[in-house]
């Protein structure tokens, strides 16, 4: 009597992991494309003194893609991030990372 309900359980564990495998190729194969628009796209920078949250969003309608600067970063302290730089023709990628770098800060992909 057991057997049948734990072949029944295993069934649905199984399909369950097939649809939980196509969620996951269908988020790499997104994320793959956000990583390959970041190092593809060419971006020129001329900032002076600018809030970081101004930057990001400045990268986020450059490029049609979603940044989310987290709260923690956003209101680190009274005065905001500031952010001077001034590059031609880098990655998106590389921009990113020169504005991301110098405060100890990292982008993650979701």
Known sequence: MKLPTIAALFGWVA???VAAAQEDSARTQELG????????MKIT???QNAKLE??????QEYSGLNFH????V???GEEPARVTLK????????ALKLVLNPR??????R
Do not use: H, N, P, Q
């Open 69 to 72: 600067l987290a709260t923690e």
């Open 74 to 76: 956003a209101k680190s």
């Open 45 to 47: 920078l001329d900032f």
């Open 15 to 17: 399909l369950g992991g």
């Open 87 to 94: 590059v031609r023709d880098v990655t998106l990628k590389t």
């Open 104 to 109: 100890d800060l990292v982008c993650v992909y």
């Open 54 to 59: 101004d930057v990001i969003a400045y990268f």
């Open 33 to 40: 494309k956000v990583r390959d628009r970041l190092a593809s």
